[in-house]
């Protein structure tokens, strides 16, 4: 019991250290504790379990779990992209990969997902856990045990049919393109016919 309350502890005071950053949320935060003498750690607190109290049982969960898995991931994966290192540029997009396969997973379960108990506060949490700035995160442990191992397993057999599927694609375009040619010569002579016919 004491390991766990140490553990609280600790994650307090970087939650706090967090909120003390300089940068536009925390200056609104500092307006406000100021005004109420609430500290913005309690404040922060207090909005999360309202977050998470809206998630079980609020309307509009939905919505503010997709805003929630994809706000801050999309505004740090721009940042990445913008960065000249590697690693988080990986890291986020091993998130998007993750979070598409869930997606997809999600669309074809949603039956079953429907009768979940407060289903949109787990899939936040599980979300959350797939951003988390630590070495168990989410998304790469999910990406290295499942995603990865079934990808390389069938790589060849995926390229193939990629391939395959460019080249009948090629054919469409080169076929529309010579159709769409055929159509406007035509076009342009009947055209030419009429007006020599009408002088």
């Not at 207090?46 to 805003?67: D, Q």
């Not at 505004?75 to 993750?98: F, P, Q, R």
């Not at 856990?129 to 442990?141: A, D, L, Q, R």
């Amino acid at each position: 019991m004491a390991n766990v309350q140490q553990n609280i502890e600790t994650y307090k005071a970087k939650l706090d250290k967090i909120l003390h950053e300089k940068n536009a949320a925390t200056d609104l935060l500092a307006k406000i504790e100021a005004k109420t003498g609430v500290r913005r750690l309690y404040i922060v607190c207090g909005l999360l379990a309202i977050c998470a109290l809206h998630l079980m049982i609020g309307y509009g969960s939905e919505f503010l779990c997709n805003f929630i898995g994809f706000l801050y991931p999309a505004y740090a994966s721009v940042k990445a992209i913008e960065t000249k290192g590697k690693d988080d540029d990986t890291k986020w997009l091993t998130y998007w990969v993750v979070y598409s396969c869930f997606g997809l997973t999600e669309f074809f379960a949603d039956i079953f997902f429907f009768w979940v108990p407060f289903y949109w506060f787990f899939k936040c949490l599980f979300l959350l856990y797939c951003m988390v700035p630590t070495s168990w995160n989410g998304s790469i442990v999910i990406y290295r045990r499942f995603i990865r191992p079934f990808v390389l397993k069938y790589q060849d057999k995926i390229d193939k049919t990629l391939d395959q599927a460019k080249e009948a694609g090629s054919e469409l375009i080169d076929e529309a393109q010579g159709a769409a040619a055929d159509a406007t010569a035509e076009a342009i002579s009947k055209r030419i016919a009429d007006s020599s016919k009408s002088e």
